[in-house]
């Protein structure tokens, strides 16, 4: 019987593979697939199946054969790119940041809630090999009806994009992130699926502060949007060398390196007489950046919660433009390094225990 797309069910590894994120991290350790009680089971808004992209190559610009036509076709290497889409959620948003940024310290405020705070990894004594987990996709798995029951091995964070918006419903928060796999996988992986979890809303509404540059835009109520994105920029083909490992005639990678990591804030303000994103922007102007959505109480006085704060941060391009009929300014906020806090701390609260531990 055809399935509908609905009956599909994902679940990433809340634990990272054993070894990886680490300067150490063997071709070995990134090919080994987590168990099922390493994953847990979130949600997705779109129709994304995690599947391997298979590369081939032909003879067809050969010479020899007497003709232009194919006569063979050559397995070359595996990609695996996934693209997890979703609603903000506390849930979504400890997992994106911990295995995107690499580095977390994570503590326990009460006893059901667990914090993790997330800074880039530091080459020099963290490595620059990105902790991996693994994904699992199902639809009717483990039933004599089976379509799809894979699991992709050695998946790292190469990014995300958190958008806070105007406007009623779900998406007036969102957050994408983008995975990449090493290419191994296994089909009908008899990983089981564990139950649904219960995810906690982080709605635009639920935003307690907006601070840039020193201008809180919760209490002036001009905020119009935001654009915040981090990017490892893995290099992809790095990962295939001499020895980096073979599945069914092709090459998958042995390592998932971060590139040059890039970080950007783009953002929306309503103009008044009085704004002074301009008057700032031409000069110089540098000041500390905080954006915290908080969610329902967790227990005591801890909520679930999503924190950006950006020690230093100075506006560089200023737009003009209007929302809904009213005058707006666009603009790009550059995110500097700090000595001490390097250029980022990101701080997630949820219900999850053991977030980028290892399994």
């Known amino acids: 019987m055809p399935a509908r797309t609905q009956e599909m069910k994902i679940a990433i590894g809340f634990h990272k593979q054993t070894g990886t994120g680490a300067s150490g991290t063997t ?22 199946a995690p599947f391997p992209q298979f590369k081939n190559e032909d003879d067809a610009d050969f010479f020899g054969k007497g003709h232009e036509w194919v006569t063979q076709n050559f397995p070359t290497s595996i990609d695996a790119p996934w693209e997890w889409p979703y609603f903000l959620t506390s849930q979504n ?3 994106a940041i911990a295995f995107a940024l690499g580095k977390v310290t994570k503590t326990s405020p009460v006893g059901s809630a ?33 379509i799809l029951d894979i699991a992709l091995i050695g998946v790292v964070c190469d990014g995300f994009t958190l958008r806070l918006q105007r406007g009623p419903g779900l998406q007036n928060t969102s957050l994408v992130s983008r995975w990449l796999g090493c290419g191994a996988h296994t089909n009908n992986s008899g990983i089981a699926i564990p139950s649904r979890s219960t995810e906690v809303r982080l709605g635009a509404g639920q935003a307690t502060a907006i601070t ?32 980096s490992g073979s599945q069914s005639g092709y090459d998958i990678r042995g390592r998932m390196r971060m590139g040059r990591r890039t970080a950007t804030l783009v953002w929306t303000v309503e103009l008044e007489s009085d704004s002074t994103e301009l008057a700032d922007l031409l000069a110089g ?12 109480l967790i227990s005591g006085s801890t909520y679930h ?16 433009g209007e929302s809904d009929g009213f005058v707006t300014a666009r603009i790009e906020t550059s995110i500097m390094y700090d000595s001490s806090l390097g250029p980022m701390v990101l701080t997630g609260i949820t219900d999850k225990d053991e977030i980028l531990t290892a399994a």
């Open 93 to 95: 948003f400890c997992q």
């Open 27 to 48: 071709s070995t350790q990134l090919q080994t697939a987590l168990a099922s009680g390493d994953l847990w089971n979130l949600g997705l808004n779109a129709f994304n």
């Open 285 to 296: 102007t540098e000041g500390a950046t905080t954006i915290t959505v908080q969610g329902t």
């Open 114 to 146: 667990f914090q993790y705070v997330a800074t880039p990894m530091d080459p020099v004594s963290d490595g620059v090999n990105l902790p991996a987990t693994t994904i699992v996709a199902g639809i009717r798995e483990g039933t004599g009806g089976e």
């Open 212 to 243: 840039i540059n020193g201008v809180n835009y919760i209490t002036n109520a001009r905020f119009v949007d935001m654009e915040f994105q981090f990017n490892n920029n893995i290099i992809p083909d790095s990962g295939f060398y001499p020895g």
């Open 305 to 320: 919660s999503a924190q950006i704060f950006l020690p230093r941060t100075r506006h560089k391009a200023f737009n003009m």
